[in-house]
T-cell receptor, first 111, second 114 residues
Framework: SQQGEEDPQALSIQEGENATMNCSYK?????LQWYRQNSGRGLVHLIL?????REKHSGRLRVTLDTSKKSSSLLITASRAADTASYFC???????????FGTGTRLQVFP | ETGVTQSPTHLIKTRGQQVTLRCSSQ?????VSWYQQALGQGPQFIFQ???????GRGNFPPRFSGLQFPNYSSELNVNALELDDSALYLC?????????????FGPGTRLTVT
């Protein structure tokens, strides 16, 4: 079963705009990761945020984590057409290295 | 691109048949995890292998089985295929000595059961 939901399910924006995706999860976690998947291919790790962190940046990516609300957000700034992909959040399963994925957000960036 | 490879890329099987999917982990990684991703869904954890032994299993029936070899490569076997087994099968390698929890995914094997 999925850990939680991602919102929105799909997002379409123009190049240069910012894209925000949200992830909610159900159980206590040690860390939360975001992955990207291009059109049914393998997943690429983007960023990991630990449960004692509230915000993390990596290039054009900004991730926040609110453990009290069991939610996280991924912000992609100044989006590019090449950012078109599905984005998934994943949490650890009871402190192990096994991942529980959300349902994903499909992002389309138009040139 | 990660150093994780999977074979074959695509596979078409008939209901009731058996299938073996293969995964070569990234150099230096001692752990392989397998995930099933149905169309439009997130990946679901099948099982994990560490030092050639199963180390955790998701909610999948026993007809899903696996192996890990001394070189850390791995196989996923599915017996008595069902139509619902049609999915993208992903393997991911990681190193338990590295506490980063990051997993490196292969490109996947697309299995179609008819």
């Amino acid at each position: 079963s999925q850990q939680g939901e991602e919102d929105p399910q799909a997002l379409s924006i123009q190049e240069g705009e910012n894209a925000t995706m949200n992830c909610s999860y159900k159980t206590s976690i040690n860390n939360l990761q975001w992955y990207r998947q291009n059109s049914g291919r393998g997943l690429v790790h983007l960023i990991l945020i630990r449960s004692n962190e509230r915000e993390k940046h990596s290039g054009r990516l900004r991730v926040t984590l609110d453990t009290s609300k069991k939610s996280s957000s991924l912000l992609i700034t100044a989006s590019r057409a090449a950012d078109t992909a599905s984005y998934f959040c994943a949490t650890d399963d009871r402190g192990t290295d096994k991942l529980i994925f959300g349902t994903g957000t499909r992002l389309q960036v138009f040139p | 691109e990660t150093g994780v490879t999977q074979s074959p890329t695509h596979l078409i099987k008939t209901r009731g048949q058996q299938v073996t999917l293969r995964c070569s982990s990234q150099s230096g990684h001692n752990t392989v995890s397998w995930y099933q991703q149905a169309l439009g869904q997130g990946p679901q954890f099948i099982f994990q292998y560490y030092r050639e032994e199963e180390n955790g299993r998701g909610n999948f029936p026993p007809r899903f089985s696996g192996l890990q070899f001394p070189n850390y490569s791995s196989e996923l076997n599915v017996n008595a295929l069902e139509l619902d087994d049609s999915a993208l099968y992903l393997c991911a390698s990681s190193d338990r000595r590295d506490r980063s929890y990051e997993q490196y995914f292969g490109p996947g094997t697309r299995l179609t059961v008819t």
